[in-house]
C-alpha cells in the first residue's frame, strides 16, 4: 500500500508539473505572440512613409518652358521625377531636424536626389527656366493621399534657395513659427516672378512626422501619405 500511495502521490505531483510547465508555456506563446504584434505593428506604423512626385504643366509655348533636374550638374532634364517611400519611420522633433548637422547646409552639399535621414524624409532638385523669355510660374504642393489621419501629425519643410518654411495642418495649438497648410489638401500655393532664361531654383522638401504634436498619436498606426508637386508657367 505504502509503495501504491507512494506511486499516487508521484503521478499527483507529475501531473501538477505538466499543468504547470503546459501554463508557462501558453503563457511564453502569449507573450512571444504580443511582442511580435507589438512589433509588427510598431514598423509598420510608417512603414511606407512619405512619397513625393514632381512635375511641371503642359507647355503651350517652347518659349516660355520649365524643366526638373534632380541633380545640380542639370544633366538628363525631365517633365516628371519622384522620390521613393521609406521604410521603418517614426515621429521625431522639429528640434531632431534642427539638429542634424545643419541640415541647410546639407542640402546645399548635396548633388540633389533623395537623402533621407533618420526618421524624415528629404528630396533636394532644380527647377530651370530652359525656354527664351522672363516669366513668373506657380508651385504646388499637395497632399495626394493619407490614410489614419497620418497628415494631421506631418510638418513640412519647404527650403527655396536656402530660405525655408515648414508648415502644418491647420490647429490651435500650432507653434507661431509654423505656417498652416492653404487647406486640407494643399500644403502651399504660391509664386515665383521674373524666372529669367537659364536661371535655376533649388527646392528641398523635408517631411517628417512631429512627435510633440498632440494629433500624433497610435490611431496614426498603419497610416500612409504621400505628396504631389506641380510648377505651372502662369505668365
Same mark, same amino acid.
Given at each position: 500500500?505504502?509503495?501504491?500511495?507512494?506511486?499516487?502521490?508521484?503521478?499527483?505531483?507529475?501531473?501538477?508539473?505538466?499543468?504547470?510547465?503546459?501554463?508557462?508555456?501558453?503563457?511564453?506563446?502569449?507573450?512571444?505572440?504580443?511582442?511580435?504584434?507589438?512589433?509588427?505593428?510598431?514598423?509598420?506604423?510608417?512603414?511606407?512613409?512619405?512619397?513625393?512626385?514632381?512635375?511641371?504643366?503642359?507647355?503651350?509655348?517652347?518659349?516660355?518652358?520649365?524643366?526638373?533636374?534632380?541633380?545640380?550638374?542639370?544633366?538628363?532634364?525631365?517633365?516628371?521625377?519622384?522620390?521613393?517611400? =521609406?521604410?521603418?519611420? /517614426? *515621429?521625431?522633433? #522639429?528640434?531632431? @531636424?534642427?539638429?542634424?548637422?545643419? +541640415?541647410? $547646409?546639407?542640402?546645399?552639399?548635396?548633388?540633389?536626389?533623395?537623402?533621407?535621414?533618420?526618421?524624415?524624409?528629404?528630396?533636394?532638385?532644380?527647377?530651370?527656366?530652359?525656354?527664351?523669355?522672363?516669366?513668373?510660374?506657380?508651385?504646388?504642393?499637395? =497632399?495626394?493621399?493619407? /490614410? *489614419?489621419?497620418? #497628415?494631421?501629425? @506631418?510638418?513640412?519643410?519647404?527650403? +527655396?534657395? $536656402?530660405?525655408?518654411?515648414?508648415?502644418?495642418?491647420?490647429?490651435?495649438?500650432?507653434?507661431?513659427?509654423?505656417?498652416?497648410?492653404?487647406?486640407?489638401?494643399?500644403?502651399?500655393?504660391?509664386?515665383?516672378?521674373?524666372?529669367?532664361?537659364?536661371?535655376?531654383?533649388?527646392? /528641398?522638401?523635408?517631411?517628417?512626422?512631429?512627435?510633440?504634436?498632440?494629433?500624433?498619436?497610435?490611431?496614426?498606426?498603419?497610416?500612409?501619405?504621400?505628396?504631389?508637386?506641380?510648377?505651372?508657367?502662369?505668365?
Amino acid at each position: 500500500m505504502a509503495f501504491r500511495n507512494r506511486r499516487v502521490v508521484n503521478a499527483s505531483g507529475a501531473a501538477s508539473a505538466d499543468k504547470v510547465r503546459s501554463k508557462v508555456t501558453r503563457i511564453v506563446i502569449l507573450l512571444i505572440a504580443m511582442l511580435f504584434i507589438v512589433g509588427f505593428l510598431a514598423a509598420s506604423i510608417y512603414d511606407r512613409f512619405g512619397s513625393l512626385t514632381i512635375s511641371v504643366g503642359p507647355i503651350e509655348d517652347s518659349r516660355y518652358s520649365l524643366a526638373l533636374y534632380e541633380r545640380s550638374d542639370f544633366v538628363d532634364p525631365a517633365a516628371v521625377i519622384s522620390a521613393k517611400t =521609406i521604410p521603418n519611420v /517614426t *515621429n521625431i522633433s #522639429e528640434d531632431s @531636424i534642427d539638429r542634424v548637422n545643419n +541640415i541647410e $547646409g546639407i542640402t546645399y552639399q548635396i548633388y540633389g536626389g533623395q537623402h533621407n535621414g533618420e526618421n524624415y524624409f528629404a528630396y533636394t532638385f532644380f527647377v530651370e527656366n530652359n525656354g527664351d523669355e522672363t516669366f513668373s510660374y506657380r508651385y504646388t504642393l499637395k =497632399i495626394l493621399d493619407s /490614410t *489614419n489621419g497620418l #497628415e494631421k501629425g @506631418i510638418r513640412v519643410r519647404l527650403y +527655396i534657395n $536656402g530660405n525655408y518654411t515648414t508648415y502644418g495642418m491647420y490647429d490651435e495649438r500650432l507653434p507661431a513659427h509654423i505656417s498652416d497648410f492653404r487647406d486640407a489638401q494643399t500644403v502651399v500655393q504660391d509664386k515665383r516672378d521674373n524666372f529669367t532664361k537659364g536661371e535655376h531654383d533649388r527646392y /528641398t522638401v523635408i517631411i517628417w512626422i512631429e512627435g510633440d504634436d498632440p494629433d500624433t498619436t497610435d490611431s496614426m498606426i498603419g497610416g500612409t501619405i504621400k505628396f504631389d508637386m506641380k510648377f505651372e508657367v502662369v505668365s
